[in-house]
């Protein structure tokens, strides 16, 4: 289930809510918003492929929870995010611009050792990433459609958290064989996550 699919019936994008550790949920004030009854809107919710449950909020608000979060990188969009003016130096974690450069770096290095070691690049399967380290990275993912249309979407604090959300699955859900482990489906599944990465991300391909 993704969120353009959900608009489709809500009539507009829902808000990733949570941190998408056990499940993936999604806030609505779409019942509000169309003056619509919020429980008819939560029983058309319900009916849709993907959506394990609806709840109805005592303000109106709907909160959706999604069985397979991983399938919003099917529809994720390129988007053209301007980088905020960081500077090159320090090479350290203390600079937001280093951080944000490091992980796109990183995420062009998964695209190459993916290809030298085999990892296929099609029979993505987006239920795969529910390592919580992959589904942090969603839930930031998640925010993209929303801060694209805001007049203020706060980059300069956005990419470093999705940075450092890819650094953290990079190091302890990695996205290629290790060792003597052979690639499977759960790498080609995590080679797609980090190209998702890599399109919002800005940077140098090697650093």
Do not use: K, Q
Not at 68 to 73: I, K, S, T, Y
Not at 158 to 179: K, T
């Amino acid at each position: 289930m993704t969120p353009s699919r959900l608009a489709e019936v809500l009539g507009e994008e829902p808000a990733p809510e949570g941190e998408w550790a056990r499940e993936a949920g999604y806030v609505s004030a779409a019942a509000l918003r169309r003056r619509v009854p919020a429980d008819e809107l939560a029983g058309r919710v319900r009916a849709l492929d993907g959506v394990s449950r609806v709840e109805v909020r005592e303000n109106g608000f709907l909160r959706i929870v999604v069985s397979v979060p991983g399938e919003l990188l099917a529809t994720l969009e390129p988007i053209d995010v301007p980088e905020p003016g960081w500077p090159d130096f320090p090479r350290t974690w203390d600079n937001p611009g280093f951080v944000v450069r490091y992980a796109h770096a990183r995420a062009c290095a998964v695209r190459r050792w993916a290809r030298d070691l085999g990892v296929p690049s099609s029979g993505f399967r987006a239920e795969l990433l529910d390592h919580p380290l992959d589904r942090r990275v969603l839930r930031v993912l998640a925010e993209l459609p929303g801060r694209r249309r805001s007049r203020e979407p706060g980059w300069e604090s956005y990419l470093p958290r999705l940075a450092l959300a890819y650094h953290d699955a990079h190091e302890r859900a990695p996205a290629v064989p290790v060792g003597d482990e052979e690639p499977g489906p759960v790498h080609t599944a995590r080679l797609r996550l980090a190209e998702a990465v890599r399109m919002v991300l800005r940077g140098p391909d090697r650093l």
